[in-house]
């Protein structure tokens, strides 16, 4: 990763671009149900996505697979990095205020993309998504994320 130089461009097997994971109520809830297909047909699932995106969370998740699939054994305890940062945040009515405010108008974002249909709305969210998704790989690029 880094290296000083680029590699010789023949023996490059291919290029990806990766964008930090944007989580959803559903992306959410599939997280919940990863214990339900975690090991089947062989293949068990690990990464920062599996919880909140952190580096910490990729290892700890890697950690779960290997002792709890793979039978591995730990020369420490292992501690789980989900609440690695504290205890979840005691939230005030002014948080609930707000999040009921962002879901009023989420969904009234809806109704005008889906129930009036104008395409207009659709292209102005795009145009936002690509805006947002330049400026995260430019701050990512320079170091701020």
Not at 68 to 85: H, I, M, N, Y
């Amino acid at each position: 990763m880094n290296p000083d130089h680029p590699p010789e461009p023949k023996l490059i097997q291919g290029k990806f671009l990766y964008r930090h994971p944007l989580y959803t109520s559903a992306s959410v809830a599939a997280q919940k149900r990863l214990d339900s297909i975690q090991g089947e047909r062989g293949v068990s699932y690990c990464g920062a996505w599996t919880k909140y995106g952190f580096h910490e969370d990729g290892f700890s998740s890697g950690l779960r697979v290997a002792i709890e699939q793979l039978g591995a054994k730990l020369p420490f305890p292992f501690v789980d990095s989900t609440f690695s940062r504290g205890h979840r945040p005691m939230l005030e009515w002014r948080d609930y205020v707000l999040r009921v405010s962002l879901l009023v108008a989420v969904f009234w974002i809806r109704v005008v993309e889906w129930g009036i249909g104008l395409p207009g709305v659709a292209l102005l969210v795009r145009l936002v998504e690509a805006v947002v998704h330049t400026v995260l790989d430019l701050a990512e690029f320079v170091g701020l994320l």
